[in-house]
């Protein structure tokens, strides 16, 4: 059974940081592309960075390029997500996905429960 648990998220103040992390468990990760997509109250939801399980192919939404790093450990088959300068307009529930292709879409195979980011002004 695939499961993909994610925690980190919380209420932090404009400019601060957060780091998600996503533990995954039931997947041959090293098929994979992990990644991080969020959707806002009233948006649908978007991309916003992933990873291959090697390490390489790491790519980023424009919208908060320069703001984040994604990473994984391998010995704790987690990736995290480490967000800096954080801006109101990032507030949104942020979901781990996993999937074969790690084509920046919505189409991703499989997602966690979701971790609540809240930003304030």
């Known amino acids: 059974q695939v499961q993909l648990v994610e925690s980190g998220g919380g209420l932090v103040q404009t400019g601060g940081s957060l780091r998600l992390s996503c533990a995954a468990s039931g997947l041959t990760l090293s098929y994979y592309y992990l990644g991080w997509f969020r959707q806002a109250p009233g948006k649908e939801r978007e991309f916003v960075a992933r990873?291959?399980?090697?390490?390489?192919?790491?790519y980023y939404a424009d919208s908060m390029a320069g703001r984040l790093t994604i990473s994984r450990d391998n010995a704790k088959n987690t990736v995290y997500l480490q967000m800096n300068s954080l801006k109101p307009e990032d507030t949104a529930v942020y979901y781990c996905?996993?999937?074969?292709?790690?084509?920046?879409?919505?189409?991703?195979?499989?997602w966690g429960q979701g971790t609540q980011v809240t930003v304030s002004s």
């Open positions: 996905a996993a999937d074969f292709s790690g084509i920046p879409d919505g189409t991703w195979a499989y």
């Open positions: 990873i291959r399980w090697s390490g390489a192919y790491r």
